[in-house]
């Protein structure tokens, strides 16, 4: 390996071994602004494209405040019984930063699978059998509560049931898009609706939402 190589890599590494670290093992100042997102199903690991756009719309607005990333660990396979491991994970970091981090505003996010994963943080029922088997999680502890500053969902599967986020604790709050004709997270045909939310009106329509907030 060249010798400039070699002296780039371990920085790196350290580099991304920082960003993947979870709070309380963090030595970076705590962030203004936290978002935590539930990537789609099938996505790599990560926040997801619909996570990255949010993200990239969010920052300009913030006036020069610090925001970080943070993708919710689970599979977001076919399995849907293991989004269930997305809200437990989810929970966990939260309560890793609010304890570290009290002053820091979070934002949740999630799409598709990653939307019925903020389901459950809000206390929102299992949809059980009316989209087949869906796990569930206890909804996000009541002292946790206070430092959830906005919440933007899309294409939540329980809305098509007409129990949109909105209408859980975290009421006002929330933000639940849903694009016309997609199949799930409405009575619509169209699947390919459900797959351009990252290029869609409703990046920055959430955008504008969560700045109000923060």
Sequence with gaps: MPARAAAIAPAVAATVATLMAAPSASAEPCP???????????????IGRVGQALLDALTPQLGGRSIAAYG?????????????????????????????????????????????VMDMLAGIPPLGNKIGEVGSAPPLPIALDPSIAAVAVFGNPSTKFSIPITNSTFGGRAIDLCADGDPICSRGRNPFAHTHYETSEFIPQAANFVAGLV
């Design 72 to 116: 919710v660990d689970y599979p977001a396979t076919y399995d849907f019984l293991a989004a269930a491991n997305g809200a437990t994970d989810a929970t966990n970091f939260i309560s890793s930063l609010v304890a570290q981090c009290p002053g820091t505003r979070i934002v949740l996010g999630g799409y598709s699978q990653g939307a019925a």
């Design 32 to 46: 203004d602004v936290q978002l935590v997102f539930a990537r789609g199903t099938s996505e790599p690991p990560g």
